[in-house]
């Protein structure tokens, strides 16, 4: 199981202590929760935040793009270090287009979709993308309470995967805890997001649980 902890909700003062608690737990990879306040309701971090996650962490840093137009903005986030951006569906971009790009600048791609999108508008990108991210919260806080629906969507998602062949990962992100965590993995989930559950606790304890979820 792999575990990307979102620094959204960690000790920014101390943002550096706390990856490296993380690195040591086993984190496999960083998930960077941008935010434009237009595409969500709420500002977060930019390019700069994660050029010194960068310089502080050799895992793969995931760019969660919750922005209008990330055919815009994508480069700097490439230029800053991130080795996958994670695009959602809901945005109104050429996704054929911005996927070559992106592939181009040297980063991967990911497809991302919010609780109410169903599955089959990210069906055709899933070739062409590294990872699924389904959406267990509607974006813009963490905090929030897991959306159970999420399930059935892993499970599908996971058959349509399996039943084509694809090497797409598929991830969660939101309302991740020991509880939920086990229902995503049991549907067939390969990463689970935890942003709350991980940095309002023991990172060390709280990593691990997640990380073995699997054999629970
Ligand atoms: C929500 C973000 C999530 C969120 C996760 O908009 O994309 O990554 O911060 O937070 P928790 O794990 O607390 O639900
Ligand atoms: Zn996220």
Redesign the pocket.
């Known amino acids: 199981m792999k575990i990307s902890p979102?620094i959204?909700?960690s000790k920014l003062e101390v943002l550096g202590e706390e990856i490296e608690k993380c690195d040591k737990a086993g984190a496999d990879s960083y998930?960077l929760?941008v935010?434009d306040g237009h595409f969500?309701p709420?500002l977060t971090m930019g390019p700069d935040l994660i050029s010194a996650v960068r310089r502080k962490t050799k895992k793969r840093l995931e760019s969660?793009l919750?922005i209008d137009r990330p055919d815009r903005y994508y480069k700097s986030f490439v230029e800053a270090g991130s080795d996958i951006l994670l695009i959602h569906a809901e945005c109104l971009v050429n996704f054929k287009k911005l996927r070559k790009d992106i592939a181009d600048s040297g980063a991967e791609f990911g497809i991302v979709i919010n609780p109410e999108t169903p599955l089959s508008e990210a069906l055709p990108l899933l070739p062409e993308s590294r990872i699924l991210l389904l959406?267990?919260?509607?974006?813009?806080?963490?905090?929030?309470k897991?959306i159970a629906s999420t399930v059935d969507k892993i499970r599908e998602a996971r058959s349509y995967i399996d039943r084509n062949g694809l090497d797409t990962e598929i991830e969660v992100?939101?309302?991740?805890?020991d509880k939920t965590g086990k229902l995503c993995v049991d549907a067939g989930a390969d990463i689970l997001?935890?942003?709350?559950?991980?940095?309002s606790g023991n990172i060390h304890e709280r990593i691990g649980i997640l990380k073995n979820l699997k054999q629970d």
């Open positions: 979102s959204i909700s998930h929760d935010m969500v709420n969660h919750m959406m267990s919260v509607h974006p813009g806080f963490s905090g929030q897991f992100d939101g309302g991740i805890n997001v935890s942003a709350s559950y991980i940095f």
